[in-house]
């Protein structure tokens, strides 16, 4: 009643990758935080990237966001 995972890798992976595990199965999301003044340090960059990669949304986000 008691073993080792038998759900491993295959293809020559398990050199890279263990076996299957409750973590396979966990999302581990990551998060930034910015004060306002952070932002506002970073606002030219981010308006950029986001026009650049087709974002308006985003960009509008940011301008919004200063809106006096």
């Not at 076996?19 to 581990?28: A, E, N, Q």
């Not at 952070?38 to 940011?62: C, W």
């Amino acid at each position: 009643a008691s073993g080792t995972n038998h759900v491993l890798p295959t293809g020559r992976c398990a050199r890279m990758f263990s076996g299957l595990s409750v973590d396979d199965f966990i999302k581990k999301p990551t998060f930034q935080y910015l004060s306002r003044k952070g932002l506002e340090h970073l606002k030219d960059t981010v308006l950029t990237l986001a026009e650049a990669e087709g974002l308006p949304v985003h960009a509008e986000t940011i301008r919004q966001r200063f809106v006096e």
